[in-house]
């Protein structure tokens, strides 16, 4: 059986959180490091992001400006 750890964050109102060390250990994170959010299987899945993961993000990045306006922040703010 694996030894799993349990490590816990709390959100802020800005909707940040900090990832705990043993976390940031276990990914080999350092400030200024991307993380890559893979949501499926009823879960999400959080890694160190890539530089794959970077040019997908400023690949679909052009086609989600429509969604920028007050009007979208207003709307949408509580989801």
């Known amino acids: 059986m694996d030894k799993s750890t349990l490590s816990v964050s709390r959100?802020?109102?800005k909707y940040q959180a900090t990832i705990?060390?043993?976390v940031r250990t276990a990914l080999g994170l350092k400030a200024g490091d991307g993380l890559?959010?893979?949501i499926g299987d009823g879960g999400v899945r959080i890694r160190k992001?890539?530089?794959m993961d970077w040019e997908f993000a400023r690949g679909v990045q052009a086609t989600?400006?429509?969604w920028h306006s007050q009007a979208d922040e207003d709307a949408y703010r509580d989801l």
């Open 49 to 51: 992001a890539q530089p």
């Open 64 to 66: 989600l400006g429509e």
């Open 36 to 38: 890559a959010f893979e």
């Open 11 to 13: 959100l802020t109102q």
């Open 20 to 22: 705990p060390a043993p």
